[in-house]
């Protein structure tokens, strides 16, 4: 077992005398007590689709709104998000409802567009160490949530988070979102010892997506409490008010009515360890 | 993704309708609403060290004792385990303790003695599909522990299952291990997913071994907590009275004081999901 | 990376000392200047199809043939193959080409069976792991084919070797057949890289299986040459007479004619390295 | 196993009819019955260094220099390269050898600074689901040297050319250079079979890595030979004049006199499929 390079993104001593970072994003705190979970559909697909998801989530106890506005895409063939018209209707939502809004950032050139409207920047798997971009984040004060990359160790992701501290950007929030394996019924294979593992060695808070995980909307819940369990700060879950309609991603999207279920199963679990929804 | 063989492992309708198997063991029964844990030495050195362990474990509520006799090692230099001498072992744990024994069987040639001793009989990663091993141990009536391999598809796993029910032993407890990635924090990675998978496809029960999948005693009660909150039936740990001076996997076995702790903080976990320890 | 532990598998001195090992079978000789190549079918399912197979790839050069008496199948249903009424007919095969016989043994129970009938006994990659077996095959004369695991890595394999060494029968040949990744379009994924990494670390032969790690037979000759020119000193091959009638993994048998390819366009390949077929 | 997608970097047809793709760089063919060797430093580290490199590595036989102006680095405290004189110095070494100059571009930002002096730009492993950067070297009209991501599959790596040609730019070269595996005696796993079947699917040139995939120098001959006679279009491996050195990367780079024994060796291999160096 390999040993991890000395970083700002790590405690100072491993089983660490660092104090571990909360991150406050308007009321919301990301890596103190409170679970937060971040909930909305995989891209934004209209107006009424966002909204509806937004007041449903919202009234469920979610604490943030995801939307994807920018989409990577295998084939550029494939819808690629709304883009700005997207963001729009992002911050609509926000002001409708009060909930943050957390949406990607896949390029340079849209990090001062995105910045406008979103208040955390999502940095996906595929770009985990797609440095320049990790360079332009780190020199915006608004939080990133970095995905840990399809095949990244936990020294990759360390140092990916380092290139965004470097550059004086100190919010950044983890986030384990599976990892390629030769399992085949599940899209990824959720790392759920990543949670503790960053525990003992980062301050920075960690996240898990279930959702892109599994690629399969029957295992979230399972592993939604398998990741609370072990001591994540908070969920990013994909929810979509009409599934079976959604361009991108449907079977993965939990319907509303299963994000309402998930947030009071999850509730018991996080008080089990001492913690709260 | 794949679709999955037709076989008596499998509950007859997805979603199904076959009723889940619950398999007793003197009082214990595994795939209750009662969740087992199984504790122990990785293997059974001394009389003195065995019973030491055992009656801790006892105490801290562990329901099966667990301890190696005949041992799989990578080198055949390596100490291979006490024999037939380990089962005697064992047996006068159970007899102080009252704590069913599993013990591993590697070989066909042992099926007998071993059955002789042992309440429940491992088949190892390793003899996942030791095909032969797995036809011997269906004509017996003890239960089987049938671990998943280190790069087993559910469907692979399922066939060896499939083995042991078809030889006529309907009482195959599974058990998730971690499989092979390319991670170097861990031993291995631990597949929770495989728990929410299993219980929707299959009828039997299903625990976790988050010593052998971490191989690092700091992650073991996290991993466990998260292994039942995703639904699994119970956990098998490994414990040592004093890891140090343990003459095999040292490092991930958890000290007498440790099991304590995981018990304890379990039990609000199992509460949290509607299940007790 | 990691250091491999010390074993008479291994050349006394890395870069080493000690000659390498050319395992005699009849008139073939493995780990000399001269390519080996096994060819056959998966499974020996009756007399004519073995028989015109096996002379096809006599005449077009194989050294050996393959073929499977008793089968590994994942599920207990599936065809487990002709068991000793498969080695008499390999026997006659033997007789009637003068190919030496290679044949898979599954278990310590059929050791001596086997032994009666084969020249090379395979060990499969799921067993490679099965100690008790690789201790009995340890104790023959015979020459051991040992597969590679899964999912084993290079240090398991030696290990693996040592056990058969150990027990005094010093005739191993190494087989690499492909590890488990998340490729999809191909079975496994064929580690060349392991027939440099055992010529430099071991002083045992070592050949390729591309139709197993392939699982598709457009792609056997181009990973076959590949093989050829990393070192390997020989191939196991599958030619089946009808591979569209085949019994098991018809899609990766080659056809007699493109088994006759094979050999045309590897005997440049061997010759470009200083080898002969 | 999946089927792929329908994208203009596939033939036509399966087995297809679409003519193969042969790419011009100055008098060297990308594609054709000559193979292709690009050889150079991981790194631009000084004058000196590169010229005594690209000198000899075009006396042995070299048809292009590669060499890292900008570096991806895991931790941001690492050296990131010479940057634009880096570009000058590779210029420098093109102007007085004649041998085209392939580097890699990491950011939209850089693209038009590179495609100055740059012959070809690489796409490295860590970009290749860099959606914004594969649209913008979509736009110009040099060829792009487009890597496998780490944990790719074939129809991810072929959606990554796609967005190239989409753009106008039909100069793409593909480049194996290797997979995350659970294997620990190499840094990566190079997946041979990927030449074979790109060479089925699709009409695009594919050439080789084998210094990045196996990070040991001592592994590099053998691996390049593999990739030749499984039908690669050439190979792009790291030579150093004085690797222990190196500022990056040392251990995997050749020595200058062993890239001439490879060249050597390569030849009479090319030979052997009918091809040649």
């Known amino acids: ?3 991890l390079s000395v970083s700002s993104a790590l405690k100072l001593v491993v089983r660490g005398t660092r104090q571990d970072t909360v991150i406050n994003i308007g ?3 990301v890596g103190g007590n409170k679970i937060v979970v971040i909930a909305g559909p995989c891209t934004v697909e209209g107006r009424e689709q966002l909204l509806e998801t937004a007041h ?4 469920s106890g979610a604490s943030m709104l995801r939307g994807g506005a920018f989409k990577p895409r295998t084939l550029p063939y494939s819808f690629q998000g709304l883009g700005e018209e997207g963001l729009k209707l992002l911050a609509e939502a926000r002001e409708e409802t009060g909930l943050p809004i957390v949406t990607e950032v896949m390029s340079p050139q849209d990090v001062k567009t995105i910045e406008k409207y979103a208040d955390v920047l999502q940095i996906g798997a595929r770009n985990m ?3 320049s971009l990790l360079k332009d984040v780190g020199k915006i004060e608004k939080p990133i949530l970095l995905k840990r990359g399809l095949s990244a160790i936990i020294n990759e992701w360390m140092g990916s988070a380092e290139y965004i501290l470097n550059g004086g950007n100190n919010n950044v929030i983890l986030c384990e979102r599976g990892i390629r394996s030769f399992n ?4 990824f294979t959720l790392d759920i010892a990543s949670v503790p593992i960053i525990k003992k060695v980062s301050h920075l808070p960690i996240i898990v997506d279930p959702s892109h995980a599994m690629g399969r909307r029957d295992l979230v819940i399972p592993m ?4 609370i369990a072990a001591g994540a700060d908070g969920l990013i879950v994909e929810v979509h008010s009409e599934p079976e309609k959604a361009l991108c991603d449907g079977p993965q999207q939990l ?5 309402r279920r998930l947030m009071e199963e999850l509730d018991t679990v996080a008080n089990a360890i001492g913690r709260s929804l």
Not at 184 to 187: A, E, G, K, S, V
Not at 224 to 227: D, I, W
Not at 255 to 259: A, T
């Open 27 to 29: 009321d919301v705190k």
């Open 255 to 259: 319907r509303l009515n299963d994000f």
């Open 1 to 3: 077992m390999e040993e």
């Open 129 to 131: 160490q797609n440095f």
């Open 224 to 227: 939604a409490k398998a990741a």
């Open 184 to 187: 085949r019924l599940t899209r």
């Open 56 to 59: 449903s989530v919202k009234n």
